[in-house]
């Protein structure tokens, strides 16, 4: 139980466009979702919060307006690059929030050209 | 505020032989500390974690770790390596927020198995 799923799980776009990648719950609901950014050789770090029903937290320093994050059901929440530059080429990792513990979803690979 | 150090940024050891990965911590108040797995490409695995009692905690694929408050330490040992554990390791410590453990990640060891 507690799988969390994430799609796509690479996707390469071009500077400029919009990426939106999905993080779902399969077999249990979760309240809260949480997104992580992690560069190579690097740990993960905390992006934002994501509450069913409400507006994101995000963690000092990400603009809320690049990434977008709506969480619209109890199993689902989306992360959406706006306006995608190679700066935002990275490793995005969601996770879903069950009995305390969080559950990590696989991971989407963004390559911004 | 809470942070963990995990001072080797890489470990080699030999397939068959014993590991231990350390990991230190600084928290005011209780920790809840984790240890996980990322392969490469991958996602986390929890491999164990600590809230309270028995300081030596038992975890899924051979690992155990033991918490020392008087170190703030929380290092993870295996006896025996095998080559498929080859992959990063992330200790960290968790802060309860709205319902759920926040945690705070150190950088990572990255293990390599010889064989």
């Known amino acids: 139980g507690a799988v969390v799923s994430q799609h796509p799980s690479r996707v390469i776009c071009k500077s400029g466009t919009s990426v939106k990648i999905e993080c779902r719950s399969l077999?249990?609901?979760?309240?809260?979702m949480f997104w992580y950014r992690q560069f190579p050789k690097q740990s993960l770090m905390l992006m934002a919060t994501?509450?069913?029903?409400?507006?994101?937290?995000?963690e000092q320093g990400v603009e809320k307006d690049k990434f977008l994050i709506n969480h619209a059901s109890l199993t689902l929440s989306t992360l959406t690059v706006t306006s995608a530059h190679p700066e935002d080429s990275s490793f995005y990792i969601c996770?879903?929030?069950?009995?305390?513990?969080?559950?990590f979803g696989p991971g989407t690979r963004l390559t911004v050209t | 505020a809470q942070s963990v150090t995990q001072p080797d940024i890489h470990i080699t050891v030999s397939e068959g032989a014993s590991l231990e990965l350390r990991c230190n911590y600084s928290?005011?108040?209780?920790?809840?500390l984790f240890w996980y797995v990322q392969s490469p490409g991958q996602g986390l695995q929890l491999l164990l974690k600590?809230?309270?009692?028995?300081?030596l905690v038992q975890g899924i694929k051979g690992f155990e770790a033991e918490f020392k408050r008087s170190q703030s330490s929380f290092n993870l040992r295996k006896p025996s390596v095998h080559w498929s554990d080859a992959a990063e390791y992330f200790c960290?410590?968790?802060?309860?927020?709205?319902?759920?453990?926040?945690?705070?990640f150190g950088r990572g060891t990255s293990l390599i198995v010889h064989p």
């Open positions: 996770s879903a929030s069950l009995d305390y513990e969080q559950y």
């Open positions: 077999d249990f609901q979760a309240t809260t």
């Open positions: 994501s509450n069913e029903g409400s507006k994101a937290t995000y």
């Open positions: 928290y005011g108040a209780t920790p809840y």
């Open positions: 600590y809230f309270s009692g028995d300081t």
């Open positions: 960290a410590v968790g802060v309860l927020s709205g319902g759920s453990y926040i945690p705070t």
